[in-house]
């Protein structure tokens, strides 16, 4: 009696290669293409998959991932500034632009989840009070206006707005805002966990370089744990909190 096994439904084949990147704990600039391959066409053999639409992406993968093998084979490309080119750079740009459109519907999902929580209280203004409009007689407001009240109304607002300036700290250089992605630095979260398991959670707030950092970096953590990609281990209130990377 044949024993049935139950495949998990991957929605791509980008998808597929995650799992595997993910499940053999493997840096993913530096993935081992002989291995993931033989992984690879192992699970699509046992796919039960008959649309040819689905299983061509996941063999045109399957090709890709052999011309890369192939590669690895041969003696190393060298690129105008005398660089080795690495037959598994085009791969490993997709795999990270699909990790993070990724996470980003799994953000866009908890947003769905909670809007779908909202309600909102429907119109109950009398049409009465709705519909009054005061009656504005244009000519008497404007009848004392002069152009010289207007032009000593302009010195007053625009004065207003040299007094705003704080004489010291105006003379200092302009400062950038520093651009921080949510999303990246995830990304960058899980791939440091991958590489260290468990690990201090100050350790990694103190290696920020900044304030912005910091408050990412902290709510990357958390929106990490919500998905279920860490556990939390404190053994006293006031120890160190240390992350647990959950490999899914």
Not at 131 to 153: A, G, H, M, R, Y
Not at 178 to 189: A, C, H, K, Q, S
């Given at each position: ?42 699970y699509i053999q046992d796919m039960e998959h ?27 490309e060298i690129n105008e500034e005398g660089e ?76 207003k707005q040299v007094d705003k300036i704080d ?82």
């Amino acid at each position: 009696m044949a024993i049935p096994v139950k495949l998990e439904v991957f929605e791509g084949p980008l998808d597929l290669l995650l799992h595997l990147i993910e499940k053999n704990k493997v840096d993913i600039y530096d993935i081992p293409i002989v291995m993931i391959t033989e992984q690879y066409m192992n699970y699509i053999q046992d796919m039960e998959h008959k649309d040819m639409d689905v299983m061509s992406e996941f063999l045109v993968m399957a090709a890709t991932l052999a011309k890369i093998k192939s590669k690895m084979l041969l003696p190393a490309e060298i690129n105008e500034e005398g660089e080795e080119v690495d037959p598994r750079a085009e791969l490993v740009a997709r795999l990270l632009e699909y990790k993070m459109y990724k996470y980003a519907s799994f953000e866009l999902k908890d947003k769905q989840l909670s809007a779908s929580k909202s309600f909102f209280k429907g119109k109950s203004i009398p049409d009465e009070i709705a519909d009054f409009k005061e009656e504005i007689n244009i000519s008497e407001l404007l009848v004392d206006v002069t152009l010289p009240k207007l032009q000593n109304l302009f010195h007053s607002v625009m004065q207003k707005q040299v007094d705003k300036i704080d004489p010291i700290r105006s003379n200092f250089g302009k400062i950038e805002k520093e651009e921080v992605n949510l999303t990246d630095r995830m990304i960058f979260i899980e791939e440091y966990a991958m590489l260290h398991k468990q690990f201090s959670f100050r350790a990694l707030l103190m290696e920020q370089r900044s304030k912005m950092m910091i408050i990412v970096t902290f709510l990357g953590v958390l929106e990490l744990i919500k998905v279920g990609r860490f556990s939390i281990i404190q053994n006293e209130i006031h120890d160190d909190i240390y992350l647990n990377y959950i490999n899914k």
